[in-house]
């Protein structure tokens, strides 16, 4: 199975185009983990793209592996082995033999042992508070926390603010494909400058999505607007709204270009800066929401594929009424 990168669309491994949007781009789902990727092998198990698990003779487990993890039997040329039903004889440790010496080697060793226990205990306390914090701070907090990153913001210091959260992922773009369904993802394009060009939101996981509308949406990715750099680098280009005729898709897009001084800044160095700044909400299947604030966002789907399978209507949405 596959994976349509654009309306999220499931389709079948020989199938060329989506049935849903029309796009030929898709990243497959392995087999094993349902982890979504791109290439022949899935690289969080190494399982190759469009295998199937093997059925053991021996004990019946179904396995990605060569080898059976229970009992060893070759999985590859399907022959049963002999498990042998004895355990192996435990050899009985020798009796250390009596003296000062051993009694003294014997306490260090105790004390030394009981100390590493001890570090080790404390590590994992530390480590286990740290994701008890993580895991218990609510989405929407997590999402809004104070003087948080935002786009054209600083990577390594988005790196150093959310680095406690676990469902907070902060890497370099082409690792993007692992994580994209995680909460908050914020990455890079331009390792040089280590500016931030892409932060998604996806809501697809969040318990209360069925009461989310768009003007929730709005507020969460706004809130990494930087509208200091937009207002005077950028001017409004155009905002539309697309709807899909034949499956439960949506997109809400809002696009701003270069001005002169923008231009200018750009051409001098002084800013890093792209051409357009945009973003897009996609609401799909009904209650699933991901905003996703980056260069490509200026497009919808009807200039990429088929025009006649969107509708398309302008957007009048005015993104100051959100800044904080």
């Known amino acids: 199975m596959k994976k349509c990168e654009y309306c999220g669309s499931k389709a079948a491994d020989d199938v060329v185009q989506c049935a849903g949007c029309g796009a030929k781009e898709f990243k497959n789902i392995c087999t094993s983990c349902e982890t979504t990727f791109l290439g022949n092998k899935c690289p969080n198990c190494n399982v190759t793209k469009g295998d199937k698990p093997r059925t053991c003779l021996n004990c019946g487990k179904n396995s990605f592996e060569p080898v059976c993890s229970d009992c060893r ?3 590859i040329n399907r022959r049963i082995v002999q498990v042998n039903p004895y ?3 435990v050899q009985q440790i020798p009796k250390k033999k009596s003296g000062i010496v051993a009694s003294l080697i014997t306490l260090l060793f105790i004390v030394v ?6 570090s080790s205990n404390s590590d994992k306390n530390t480590i286990s508070q740290k994701n008890t914090i993580s895991q218990s701070l609510p989405d929407m907090e997590l999402l809004t926390l104070k003087e948080h990153p935002k786009f054209y913001g600083d ?10 959260y ?12 692992f994580y994209e369904d995680a909460l908050l993802l914020v990455t890079t394009g331009d390792s040089d400058n280590g500016i931030i060009t892409n932060v998604t939101i996806n809501l697809s996981d969040y318990e209360k999505k069925h009461d989310l509308e768009l003007d929730n949406v709005m507020r969460l990715i706004c809130d990494y607007i930087p509208y200091d750099i937009i207002n005077q680098y950028y001017d409004f280009k155009e905002a539309f709204h697309e709807v899909s005729k034949y499956v439960r898709y949506e997109a809400y897009h809002y696009v701003m270009e270069l001005n ?7 051409k001098s160095g002084e800013s890093y ?3 357009k700044f945009a973003f897009k909400i996609i609401h799909r299947n009904d209650n699933d929401w991901i905003a996703k604030m980056n260069y490509l966002a200026y497009k919808g789907n009807h200039d990429k594929f088929k025009a006649d399978a969107y509708d398309v209507e302008a957007w009048d949405v005015d993104i100051e009424k959100y800044r904080k």
């Open 113 to 118: 042992f009981i100390g590493v226990i001890s």
């Open 73 to 75: 039997a070759d999985l």
């Open 87 to 89: 355990p192996t004889a």
């Open 273 to 275: 800066l792209q051409s």
């Open 166 to 177: 676990d469902k907070a992922i902060v890497v370099n773009a082409s690792g993007t494909t």
């Open 260 to 266: 002169d001084k923008g231009k200018e800044a750009k």
């Open 155 to 164: 990577y390594k210091a988005a790196k150093s603010f959310w680095k406690e």
